[in-house]
């Protein structure tokens, strides 16, 4: 029987129950101010606790529903035994998580906007006073930079709005940035071109490895384009063109997706086992030399630690091979 389901816990939702109780104790423990926003013709109890069940040991909660200044609100009660030296050193990120999960429930409602909520632990702990802050920056190693940095408006890079001579200016970055920024765009090989012309797929290519040059074919393959047949060899043409380096990867790329029929079927979907069937007819029917070229390169992604799954995608090699090459890693 845990310590904080009896007699605690009983007794402290009874009190908490009472409605009367729950008014005055509002009123003997809110800011005045804050008090005086709730509408408490709305006061009600929710039927439902935000306490996780590693800690129902120390912990128990009400959690009340309040219009407070005619908005939506929540004042969760959390009553807290401390019976464990550390049982509650992290309340202040404790009840943190407990206000986003009570919001997220909020919003699963149905609701637009994030509800008020106003979070209240009552401690009777064997340790008095409450050894712990209660300010949530005081669990961060560098509390002055926790308050410069954390909680904050998170940092938006819209690249709708970003102009492409900015992107541009980003380094190896740039091409992510760029790719994005175009992808929905009808000329979108055009707009490879550009960057090919520009250097900026060049420069990518150059500093990175071979497996960030498979994904970025696996997204330049996934554009619209590049599911017609005759615009996705006019975008491999091209891409072969301005990496004469990457040719023979591109092409064995290129040949894995007119197998795989992935031009041709994507948006209709695959019957089930349709792939497995292909990867087979594939196996028996490669030649050995392209057999050698996709062993090469499931050889180089592996070594460079792309997932088993990918290399799979991109070779079409079978599970088998590419676990042989796996194991000299």
């Known amino acids: 029987m845990s310590i904080i389901s009896h007699p605690h816990d009983k007794f402290f939702k009874g009190s908490l129950k009472e409605k009367q109780i729950a008014l005055d104790f509002l009123k003997a423990h809110l800011p005045a101010d804050i008090y005086q926003q709730l509408d408490l013709s709305t006061l009600r109890a929710i039927d ?7 800690l129902r040991e120390v912990h128990s909660d ?3 529903a309040c219009q407070i200044n005619g908005k939506a609100g929540y004042i969760p009660i959390l009553l807290l035994l401390e019976h464990q030296s550390t049982a509650s050193k992290h309340m202040a990120f404790r009840l943190l998580q407990y206000t986003v999960n009570l919001m997220g429930d909020h919003l699963k409602a149905g609701h637009n906007s994030l509800p008020l909520v106003l979070p209240i632990c009552l401690y009777h702990g064997t340790v008095s006073p409450y050894p712990y802050s209660t300010d949530i920056f005081e ?3 560098d509390v002055e930079m926790a308050r410069a940095l954390v909680f904050k408006q998170f940092q938006l890079i819209d690249l709708t709005t970003l102009p492409v001579d900015t992107l541009k200016q980003h380094g190896v970055a740039a091409l992510m940035e760029l790719l994005f920024k175009h992808y929905r765009e009808r000329d979108f090989i055009e707009k490879i071109r550009q960057l090919a012309d ?7 290519v150059s500093h990175t490895t071979d497996s960030y040059f498979f994904a970025m074919l696996e997204y330049i393959g996934s554009n619209e384009q590049g599911e017609q047949p005759q615009k996705a060899e006019d975008l491999f ?3 072969s063109t301005v990496l004469p380096e990457k040719r023979e990867s591109i092409m ?10 992935r031009q041709e079927g994507r948006q209709e979907g695959r019957q089930e086992g349709r792939q497995e069937g292909r990867q087979e007819g594939r196996q028996e029917g490669r030649q050995e030399g392209e057999h050698q070229k996709a062993l090469a390169i499931a050889k180089k992604m592996l070594a460079e630690g792309s997932e088993f799954a990918f290399v799979k995608k991109v070779t079409g090699l079978f599970d088998e091979d590419i676990k042989k090459i796996a194991a000299q890693y």
């Open 48 to 54: 439902k606790s935000y306490v996780s069940a590693e």
């Open 252 to 261: 064995t790329f290129n040949e894995q997706l007119r197998q795989e029929g």
């Open 198 to 204: 520009q250097g900026i797929l060049k420069v990518a």
């Open 139 to 141: 669990d961060f190693d």
């Open 237 to 239: 043409k091209l891409l």
């Open 62 to 64: 009400m959690v009340y």
